[in-house]
């Protein structure tokens, strides 16, 4: 009982649903389609690049738009995702600028490379890698959601020389320059112990084939609760679940414990020197808005914005604020075309 205790509490670690509860809870993975009939998402494709990472891990990045537009928007996904996570933001996007979209080391179509490497110092300098094969000339825009903001953060701490440079400006999305998980809900004894019990649980479920009832049930109810905080068409929490039940369970095992150690606060001063669009999720329970309220307080002129009855995945449950406050963003700082 006590082992089915820890492996239920390791599974509540942010909105991470594996791949082996997702198939037990639904007879196979989950598609944009299924949930009531309801339209399958479209996810935008454009031309395929593989960047080669400083190791020799290929990443796969997508590039959309126009190729002579004036400036480039780099978009980082979060933990357990891929960057078919943005799908509700490029179409906007690349009506104004040149988008790039990656999957991050272990996720979607990107290699994985060794285990010691499934790090945010690692993310950073693929970022760099990214930029530098996608975008190697004119302004750049990047924007991180959750993890993806900690991959902002490192290129920031490692190549503070590129904001204000080649980085135009910056938005974080959902993310945190500090230790990360906010208490999902639970009481603090209960984060104790999610802490300690997370990395072995996710460690273990990759030989588990076979899941309780319990465990079945949370499968199919954490993703809305601890991704939304208002109700979302079926289809974009199938969407979520699709990518999160794709991911590897011990890419999942490997890089959660950085979420524990995660501390860049001191490579926010680079941000001084480009725009800075601070969102968070009022309702957000993985990373609460007090995150990103302390973002904002250590970059002067940041602008801070909680979106309200929004949680951690609000680029999907609320992309017509987001895509508004990303564009303005760009108009301000990117020399964006109006058309």
């Known amino acids: 009982m006590r082992a089915v205790k820890a492996v239920e509490l390791g599974l509540v670690a942010g909105f991470v649903l594996t791949r082996t509860a997702l198939r037990a809870a639904t007879g196979g993975l989950p598609t944009a389609a299924s949930g009531g009939g309801a339209v399958p998402i479209s996810r935008p494709r454009g031309e395929s690049r593989t960047v080669i990472a400083d190791d020799g891990v290929e990443l796969h990045a997508e590039i959309q738009g126009d190729p002579r537009a004036p400036v480039t928007v780099v978009l980082c996904h979060g933990y357990a995702l891929s960057g078919a996570s943005w799908s509700f933001q490029t179409p906007e996007l690349a009506r104004h600028a040149r988008v790039v979209t990656w999957d991050q080391r272990g996720h979607g179509r990107s290699g994985r490379g060794p285990a010691e490497h499934a790090t945010v110092d690692q993310l950073g300098r693929d970022l760099r890698a990214v930029i530098e094969s996608t975008a190697p000339r004119g302004p750049v825009v990047v924007a991180g959601h959750s993890m993806g903001g900690m991959t902002v953060m490192a290129l920031a ?3 503070p020389e590129l904001f204000g440079t080649r980085i135009a400006a910056v938005a974080l999305l959902a993310t945190s320059a500090e230790p990360v998980l906010g208490d999902l809900g639970l009481p603090r004894h ?6 300690r019990v997370t990395p072995w649980a996710l460690a273990l479920l990759h030989r588990v084939t076979v899941l ?3 465990l079945r049930e949370l499968a199919g109810a954490l993703v809305p609760r ?6 979302v068409p079926p289809h974009v929490a199938d969407f979520l679940v699709e990518q999160i039940g794709a991911t590897p369970l ?4 490997d890089f959660f414990p950085q979420f524990r ?3 860049k606060v001191a490579a926010l001063a680079a941000l001084h020197r480009v725009g800075c669009l601070v969102l968070a999720g009022a309702d957000d329970i993985v990373t609460p808005p007090e995150h990103s309220e302390a973002i904002a307080r250590a970059v002067p002129g940041a602008e801070l914005v909680v979106l309200p009855h929004a949680g951690h995945a609000f680029p999907l449950e609320h992309p017509e604020a987001v895509n508004t406050l990303l564009v303005a963003l760009l108009r301000r700082h990117g020399r964006l075309r109006t058309a």
């Open 212 to 214: 309780s009832g319990p």
């Open 226 to 231: 601890h991704a939304f905080a208002s109700e």
């Open 157 to 159: 701490e490692q190549c």
């Open 190 to 195: 209960g984060m104790r112990a999610l802490h």
């Open 250 to 253: 011990d890419v999942l095992a």
């Open 261 to 263: 150690v995660h501390d």
